[in-house]
């Protein structure tokens, strides 16, 4: 062992030795941890640069969307010019151009310019995706709390969920839209009406492993009514999962409604939607594919980078991937 | 002297834990010899166990090695490469992990498990491998038969002798036990514990100890090393370092065990909390923490001085001139030590009528065949300011019978009464409100009792909120300030999240959660036992405080006797659902009756050298009992002395004590 070195009991003086004050709140600073979850999931997230770099796609996508429309409503003269989706020059001289410097992505077969159609269908893609997760993240979540927390209910849950999910989501959605108009809230009512299943699902899961802990047995000794409970103790642990869930059913509830448009059961065609611009674009693709590839491409690009961003912030949430 | 085995110089181990470094060792030296147990023994976070994943070259992978050395009969460990590692690892150095339900392979038999083991290192045929499986089975008290069964068929105990006979089947020359029984209930700690030294013995073996309890390094080390804030405080000889502890944290963590503590007394505490190792610690670690530092412990980090031959402490107060002023701390003595049998006392309660009466309770879980009782047949009572202890090892149903109580889980049979009303029955709004606030419950692992998300503020006054217990805003938040002095802590922390305080901080506001609601009747479910040693002695003595301060009652679940017996006024014996023994606190430690308590009280580690656990105590067996015709009852047997038993025993037991 190092024992004492002489030279050290020279160089100390004797006033070193001397009591000093205790100071009760110094020896109680140091003993917290510096974990924070939120900070950990974004700084975990953050740190992996694609997806820094798909988040910023995911953005601009929507960013663009958003004010692509709002630009062309309010600059006079556009609204009335080809910028407008549904305007269209008379004469045969505008219809089907490849792309140019004012066409970017061409005109379709009757004259409208495809870059402002392209943007207008991306908005009401993504409104129709929020508007269902938004729907569906809500319903889902409420129901996933109660069934994954209240026992009596389980059986039940668990019985109506294998009964839905037994016929493929395709068959309802077809159904409803076939016996109803046609219409953005058909859509909506057809995949609301399934999709928070599934979600509830999910949910439930994660809660029945959080409900036994500790804090909550705490709680119903404090006689905390069940709501409370609910809002306090169980949902800020899911938050994650919700945030996950909105992220991947934006991308699904597009998709779903490019299905349905291309089997003619979707939007009606006076709405520009990315499914009307899929489908018609499919009529013409051997003479002008651009028509079908530029939607195509702008499409992939929004559900791709969704998907990716919400599986990748998902794994970020994970306390276990928080090194 | 005997030789060294294996020796650690100026040890320094960190880690990048989110983009900060741990310093998790701080240099640390120790020395192992040849044929000894040296226990290191230190709270949680104190860098115990990253020490010795080192020994063996399992630092996690975010860790690395930064300085100091670790030489090995010639190699220095510190330097060796993974593949390196292979010839060394398990063949030469072995490893018992705490926990034995996960430290075997489910899907292998047992015996194959040693075998592997033994292939690994030697190079036997097939015959003469399994036949020495079969011999270290034998060696660690598990028949040969069993060789071909699979893990699940086996206790937790038994596991661990698994555990322990793969560690020893390559014949290593050093043990390393990562606090190989802290997983495990009191009796078969007890097994365990002899089964080590044993094997220690017979095959020469150098065995390092890890654990944070003095009473197991009491009963098993021949030299014991403290660890603190990553350093190696104090070495030395057991017996010398128990009875003539240097190092002030030594020191103050054996004068705050209840176990070597007066019963009536305030405890010793050791005030605030262990350094959190992120922050640079300059000086003396304990300074912070000790009332007696003196300006130079913190300036300059102490360097290791020779107290005796063998025994080192890393402290200024052996400087010569700390001894020539303040005198020399070789002179001291730890009080409590080679303490008196307990002397039976006749306790009786303040008041005749119980606050709190558990008649004949039972509980069970699921139905139809799958059904199982937790707690059968259980009647107590509790009387109006006493502390009653529930003591029984896992699984037992003492939680339960507390959740029962609290009215969290429903009861199949029985009767409880609290202020002589039925409690386990249908509770209308006015009367789930009026018991909630009366009582209430205090939890084992702050940890996990504490909502992670929520902020103080709303965690202390839930129970203000749920009955709407405050007239306005600044009422509710007098009422919190308030709970949160009572339990000695600052009013300003209200607006902070749990995982800001450390693990007895938030044991307090557990605490100030339950006392905000003013109850009578206070459920304390295990509420040291997760706690670090030096912060237990601040929760036991706040609980006595505030118990003299509101006129509480108590019922106290715990599983080790010895806490139990500094706090309690009467304490009652479960096993297996059932109640053996009620008994007053001393009372029952002078004349324990029921074979079950007679083998739980053999086998309590004290934390005292001189009071080892005897060679022969055995684990209790339940076939002892011949209740086939005599049905045993819960008699009383002296005033205040009950003991389930049927009558032939009783009149022995009635023998025994005359």
Request: proline share 6%.
């Amino acid at each position: 062992m190092n024992v004492c070195k002489p030279n050290l009991k020279a160089a100390l003086s004797e006033s070193l030795f001397e009591r000093i004050p205790f100071d009760p709140e110094k020896s109680e600073l140091t003993g917290y941890s510096n974990y924070s979850y939120w900070q950990s999931t974004f700084r975990t997230f953050f740190k992996k640069r694609s997806s820094v770099l798909l988040l910023t796609i995911m953005c601009a996508f929507v960013l663009m969307s958003l004010l692509y429309p709002m630009i062309c409503e309010m600059i006079p003269g556009w609204e009335t010019s080809y910028r407008n989706p549904n305007f269209a020059e008379t004469g045969s001289a505008t219809w089907n151009l490849a792309p140019c410097a004012e066409h970017l992505f061409g005109t379709d077969n009757i004259g409208r310019d495809m870059w402002s159609r392209t943007w207008y269908g991306t908005r009401t893609s993504l409104l129709l995706g929020f508007v269902i997760a938004f729907f569906d993240v809500t319903l889902g979540t409420i129901a996933g709390a109660l069934w994954g927390y209240v026992r009596r209910i389980d059986r039940f849950m668990t019985e109506l969920y294998n009964i839905v999910t037994n016929i493929p989501q395709t068959v309802y959605l077809v159904l409803f839209t076939y016996i109803l108009r046609p219409s953005f809230w058909t859509i909506v009512l057809a995949m609301c009406l399934t999709g928070w299943l599934s979600i509830a699902r999910f949910v439930r899961n994660r809660v029945v492993a959080i409900r036994e802990n500790e804090y909550n047995i705490a709680s119903q000794c404090l006689g905390t009514p069940l709501f409370r409970i609910l809002i306090k103790n169980i949902v800020p642990y899911i938050v994650s999962i919700i945030i996950m869930e909105v992220a991947l059913t934006i991308p699904y509830s597009i998709g779903s409604e490019v299905f349905l448009s291309y089997i003619n059961l979707g939007l009606p065609l006076d709405v520009v939607s990315l499914g009307n611009l899929v489908s018609v674009g499919k009529n013409s693709f051997e003479v002008y594919p651009f028509q079908l590839i530029y939607p195509t491409i702008i499409l992939s690009f929004v559900t791709v980078s969704f998907y990716i961003v919400g599986n990748r912030f998902a794994d970020a949430s994970d306390p276990r991937n928080h090194i | 002297m005997s030789k060294t085995v294996l020796s650690v110089r100026d040890l320094r181990v960190h880690f990048s834990l989110r983009g900060k470094t741990l310093a998790a060792v701080r240099g640390a030296g120790l020395d192992l010899y040849e044929n000894e147990t040296l226990a290191i023994v230190g709270e949680s976070g104190s860098g115990k166990s990253v020490l010795t994943k080192t020994l063996i070259g399992m630092t996690d992978k975010n860790g690395s090695i930064v300085g100091g050395s670790i030489e090995f009969d010639g190699i220095r460990l510190d330097q060796l490469k993974e593949k390196d590692w292979l010839p060394i690892r398990g063949k030469r150095i072995a490893m018992v992990f705490q926990d034995p339900m996960t430290a075997l392979n489910p899907l292998m038999t047992v015996g194959e498990q040693i075998r592997e083991m033994i292939l690994l290192h030697t190079d036997l045929s097939k015959e003469a491998s399994i036949e020495k499986a079969k011999k270290l089975m034998e060696q660690v008290g598990i028949s040969a038969d069993r060789y071909g069964r699979y893990p699940h068929e086996f206790s937790g105990g038994m596991r661990q002798r698994i555990v322990i006979a793969t560690a020893i089947a390559a014949d290593p020359e050093v043990l390393i036990c990562d606090e190989p029984t802290t997983a495990l209930d009191v009796t078969l700690q007890a097994q365990i514990l002899q089964l080590l030294r044993r094997i220690q013995r017979k095959m020469g073996l150098s065995v390092i100890f890890i654990t944070h309890d003095l009473g197991v390094v009491a009963n098993i080390a021949d030299r014991v090393a403290v660890m603190y804030a990553g350093e190696i405080v104090e070495t030395g000889p057991t017996e010398e370092v128990f009875a003539c502890p240097v190092h002030p944290y030594t020191r103050a963590l054996l004068r705050a065990l209840p176990q070597l503590s007066t019963k009536g007394e305030k405890l010793f505490t050791i005030p605030g909390t262990p350094p959190n190792l992120y922050n640079e610690i300059k000086g003396d670690a304990f300074y912070p923490r000790n009332p007696k530092a003196m300006e130079i412990d913190r300036l300059e980090e102490p360097p290791v001085f020779p107290v005796s031959p063998d025994h080192t402490a890393k402290t200024w107060t052996m400087h010569p001139l700390s001894i020539a002023k303040w005198g020399d701390p070789r002179a001291y003595h730890t009080p409590g030590l080679g303490r008196a049998p307990a002397v039976p006392e006749t306790y009786s309660p303040c008041t005749d009528e119980p606050l709190l009466s558990v008649k004949d309770l039972s509980i069970q879980f699921g139905t139809g065949s799958k059904a199982f009782r937790a707690v059968n047949g259980v009647s107590f009572d509790i009387y109006r300011g006493e502390t009653f202890s529930l003591v029984g090892e896992s699984g037992s149903g003492k939680t339960t019978i507390g959740r029962a109580v609290m009215k969290i889980i429903p009861t199949a049979g029985g009767e409880i009464l609290y202020k002589g009303k039925h409690v386990n029955r249908r509770f209308s709004r006015e009367e789930i409100k009026q018991y909630r606030q009366q009582v209430q419950m205090i939890f084992q692992d702050p940890m996990a009792s504490l909502n992670e998300r929520a902020k103080v503020d709303y965690i202390i006054s839930e129970g203000l909120y749920n009955f709407k217990l405050f007239k306005n805003e600044d009422e509710r938040k007098a009422k919190v300030s308030r709970a949160m002095q009572q339990v000695g802590l600052l009013p300003e922390f209200a607006s902070r999240f749990p995982h800001e305080f450390s693990g007895g901080q938030r044991q307090r506001l557990g605490i100030a959660r339950a006392l905000i609601m003013e109850p009578e009747f206070i459920i304390a479910d295990e509420p040291i036992s997760a706690l670090d040693v030096s912060i237990r002695a601040q929760i036991i003595n706040l609980l006595n405080e505030l118990k003299q301060e509101h006129h509480l009652t108590y019922l106290f679940i715990a599983h080790d006797l010895s806490v139990v017996r500094f706090i309690s006024d009467r304490i009652g014996v479960i096993y297996k659902g059932s109640l053996v023994e009620l008994a007053p606190s001393e009372e029952l430690f002078a004349h324990p009756l029921h074979p079950y308590t007679q083998s739980l009280l053999r086998a309590i580690p004290m934390p005292d050298p001189a009071l080892r656990l005897s060679e022969t105590s055995a684990a209790y067996d339940p076939s002892v009992h011949d209740y086939r015709e005599d049905k045993p009852a819960w008699t009383e047997i002296l005033p205040g002395h009950f003991v389930y038993a049927n009558k032939k025993e009783c009149d022995e037991y009635r023998r025994a004590l005359q």
